[in-house]
């Protein structure tokens, strides 16, 4: 029980914790990466108590299960919570690195916590509504943090991302609320268990298109990314790594969630529409990065293209390809917000993000190159590391599911992103230094503050890589259980069901 | 009563939908609440309307009477209120700091984030002096 509360109740008192101690910008980091540390071992822990497929239910309040408040964590849940105090601890040692006094003192951590509790609010909610709820709860933070150095470009940029988000929620409001006129309940295990039996399969399939709208528009799909590349490069590297890690696959967790467990008897009709926006989400956003010669914008648009590769698995619905979605999911966010953090310390050492205006670091900073090159090729899907089991999984998902033309495209995508990657490496690393290059100076802090969460990060994309069994098995058993819905009915529901029955 | 709420849900939407496609950002977030409140209209709807008994338990009875109204879809529409106001507020503020900066508040005169390359402004972290032939 507290176990399932806790992933809330961290985050929630780091941030009126690290709000109360407004002027101690010390004591906030001392407190905010302790919660961050926590979040990670609760993480850890509840994949501990699911990695068997077993489902983890409480009631809040005592209320029983379609009426009141349910908090679920499956395997799935538990892996994505894992990675999120993952991703917090690395952000928030991170964010301890040059220019934190500025960022501490306009409100960085109280932020990032709320932040965090929406995130982990959304991966632990069992009904729509709570659903609905996190994510505002994460929007609004976000909102905060990518404004928080209040230039023009993150004023420019913030625009758009809020209005765009304001669009995005109130849809998904309005799909929360036709489907409770629909089927007279919110609760995720009530739905899964009416849905294949309501009357008007049509209106259900409607409402359906709607959340695909609002939550494709959170995870970035096409046709609704472009407000990510034209918002995410804006914001201040740490806020941008947690972004970039997290927000978008936030949306992700929330399409496999809805789409597995409510819509799973549809997936005819589904299936070829995910599969169309997963292969124009892919090729789009990999040709985006292609035609820019920023790191952040490049960056940005490989968010968009690697979300393809997650959908692909709600488009197949079968077993490996959700396996294959989570493997993915879990490398990404990993990869992708390590990327970050380096291009934040290519800033740092080069002074600027446009590619033309960088060089010489490989030989002025070896350790940096390693740290971008690990995260590098495992985006490409470069052997031994973890993003060649991620593709690897995918691909032959695909296959297995006979979709050949879905997995030619993966694998294309594969190499557009290599080509991209190889353009960061000889710009930044390989050509010499352009020159009047004045390089800033670190502070001994600063520089373990940067390098120690990318070594970190690197070390996970290489144990994903090379011990890859433990992660496969872990996302096989999610997979599962995410399938399982009569399990997680009963998980949920238990007696329940039948007093939902009698009530309504 | 059902054809009136749903003649406005239909007219709010419509008006909204049109608000959001205008370039002026306050008509843009003007938009944004009637669309909200069309959204609020829809979730109190699909409560079912006409119950006019509040939804009390009467004593000794352990159900609640026929024609008692629903109100699970108020606390929903309580919810989505609280956080839509907050939303738009925290909006009109970026829209208010945009004029300020931008001395205007047409979507098309915002361009600072698509400027190509990071110029000198961005305070993190203090402007390095760049290279000249890079110019």
Redesign the interface.
Known sequence: MLLIVAPLLIPLCAAALTALLRTHIAAQRVVGVSASASLLAVGLMLVARTADGSILVTQMGDWAAPFGIALVVDAFSAIMLAIAGLMALSVSIYAMGPDAAARDRAGFQPLFHSLMLGVCGAFVAGDVFNLYVWFEVMLIASFGLLVLDRTRAQIDGGLRYVFLNLVGTTVFLMAVGLLYGQLGTLNFADLARLAPQAENQGLLAAIGVMFLVSFGAKAALFPLFNWLPAAYHTASMPVAAIFAGLLTKVGVYAILRLFALVYAHDVAFFGPIFAWVAAATMVFGVFGAAAHYDIRRILSFHIVSQIGYMIIGVALLTQAAIAAAILYIVHHIVVKANLFLVAGAIRRENGSFALGRCGGLWRAAPLLAIGFLIPALSLAGIPPLSGFWGKYAVVRAGIEAEAYWLAGIALFVGLLTLYSMIKIWNEAFWKPAPEGLARTAWTRGQRIATYLPIALLCATTMTIGLWTEPFAALAETAAASLLDRDAYIAAVLGNAGQVAEFAR | MDPVISLSIGGLVAVGVYM?LAHD?PR?LIG?VL??S??NL??F????LGATLPPFVAPGAD?LAAGTSNP??QA?IL??IV?GF??TV??LM??V??NR??SSVD?AD??????????A??????????????A
């Open positions: 959001f950002l843009v944004f669309f909200g069309a959204v829809t979730i709807a699909s409560g079912r159900a699970l879809p929903l919810t989505a956080i907050g939303l925290f909006a970026l829209v700091r945009a900066e931008f979507a915002l361009n600072a984030a698509e400027t190509p390359i990071d110029t402004k961005s305070p993190i972290p203090p402007p390095a002096p760049l290279a000249k032939k890079a």
